[in-house]
Structures are given as structure tokens and as C-alpha cells.
């Protein structure tokens, strides 16, 4: 039992550039999320899902796109990386939506 | 819209001391209230959570306390260990409507030995 996987963990991406943030859960979660989290600060939601082919927007999803077409399978589109991008990424996913999540062990993105 | 505040947002007592983190929640439908441990580098981790049908909780040399008429929740550290440092987020979560999970800005508590 994996919990929630997250790849890469790192990566540099130049301005303009486009890359997908992998995640996928072995737990049977139907509830899956993505956050990002800049520098001392707290959690911002990206986008959610409430399960495979349910997508819907959090509270910063400028400049991203997500699929779930399985339960296991999360992916983040970054589209056109801005500077304003770099942070680090947390997936997460839950059992139901007032249940813990349990978190990926994050990738660092830094746009330059 | 709904939010959760959270205080301090940073707390440093010494080694062996207790701690309390309180969070204010807006939305009175909330009815699960997780806190999270978020260690330097590390990701948040699910340390204890309660529901509304229920007023404390413990674990060990934590515990959780919820008074749904102030709509308040606390988190309380007893005996705290350097290993205790880390942020601290509160979250808020409603069975009803549309998905609204709401976390706190984040406490900083730093034990000091």
C-alpha cells in the first residue's frame, strides 16, 4: 500500500514551458486534490475531484487543467509555467470529503 | 464566504510545556475538524480529528476540544518534545451541500530544549 504517489518530486522549468505533475492513489479514494503551498505559507486548492470523470475548480486554478479519468489517477497540467508557478505541489487524496486526507510527498517546481 | 482562522500563528514554549493552537470556524454546518503536522520539508500528515457529535478527543499527549456553540476548536499538546516543532494546520469539512474543506493559515510551534 503506497498511499499517494507523486512524480516528479523536482523540477526546473523554463517560462513557457508545459509539463504534467503525475499522482495516483492506491486506496480507493474517490475524493482526489491538488494544492499548492508557496514559502511559509498554508494550502491553496488547485483543483478537486469527487471521483473519475468529476473535475471541478478550487480557489487558484488559473493556469492549470486536470483530468481524472480512473480513481487511482490525478494528473496537473502546468500550461504556459509562469514564474508566478513556482512553488511546491501537493496531491492528496480522501475517502470521503469529511475524512483526513492523506498527502503525496509533494514536488518542488521552480519556474525560471 | 466560509474560512477558518487559526491562532497564533506562532507559539514557542519551552520543552515540556503545553501548547494550544484554537481555530474559529464560520460555517455552521461543519460537522469534521482534522488537524494536520507539517514538518520542515515534509508533507502535512493527519495527527487527529474530530466530529461533531463529540467534544474532546485524545491521543496520547494530544487532544482536541470542540464547542459547536462558540464554533471553536482547539488543539492541546501536553508535554511537548522538540520534535513536536513543526506547522500546525486546522481544517473544517461539512457533510452537506457542495465540497468545502477549509484549512487555517498555519501555526509555527517551535519547543524549545
Known amino acids: 500500500n503506497a498511499g499517494v504517489t507523486q512524480t516528479p518530486k523536482f523540477r526546473i522549468l523554463k517560462i513557457g514551458q508545459s509539463m504534467t505533475l503525475q499522482c495516483a492513489q492506491d486506496?480507493?479514494?474517490?475524493?482526489m486534490y491538488w494544492y499548492r503551498q508557496d514559502p511559509g505559507m498554508g494550502l491553496k486548492l488547485i483543483y478537486y475531484?469527487?471521483?473519475?470523470?468529476?473535475?471541478d475548480k478550487g480557489e487558484v486554478p488559473n493556469g492549470y487543467n486536470v483530468s481524472r479519468s480512473t480513481t487511482e489517477d490525478f494528473p496537473l497540467r502546468l500550461e504556459l509555467a509562469a514564474p508566478s508557478q513556482t512553488s511546491v505541489y501537493f496531491c492528496a487524496s480522501s475517502y470521503s470529503k469529511v475524512d483526513g486526507y492523506t498527502f503525496g510527498s509533494g514536488t518542488r517546481l521552480t519556474v525560471v | 464566504g466560509e474560512n477558518v482562522e487559526q491562532h497564533p500563528s506562532t507559539l514557542s514554549v519551552q520543552e515540556g510545556d503545553s501548547a494550544v493552537i484554537k481555530c474559529t470556524y464560520s460555517?455552521?454546518?461543519?460537522?469534521?475538524f482534522p488537524w494536520y503536522k507539517q514538518e520542515l520539508g515534509k508533507r502535512p500528515q493527519l495527527i487527529i480529528d474530530i466530529r461533531s457529535n463529540v467534544g474532546e478527543k485524545k491521543d496520547q499527549r494530544i487532544a482536541v476540544t470542540l464547542n459547536k456553540t462558540a464554533k471553536h476548536f482547539s488543539l492541546h499538546i501536553t508535554e511537548t518534545q522538540p520534535e513536536d516543532s513543526a506547522v500546525y494546520f486546522c481544517a473544517a469539512s461539512s457533510t452537506s451541500g457542495t465540497y468545502k474543506y477549509i484549512f487555517g493559515t498555519g501555526t509555527r510551534l517551535k519547543v524549545l530544549a
Open positions: 475531484s469527487v471521483g473519475a470523470g468529476i473535475t
Open positions: 460555517d455552521s454546518a461543519s460537522n469534521y
Open positions: 486506496m480507493n479514494h474517490n475524493y
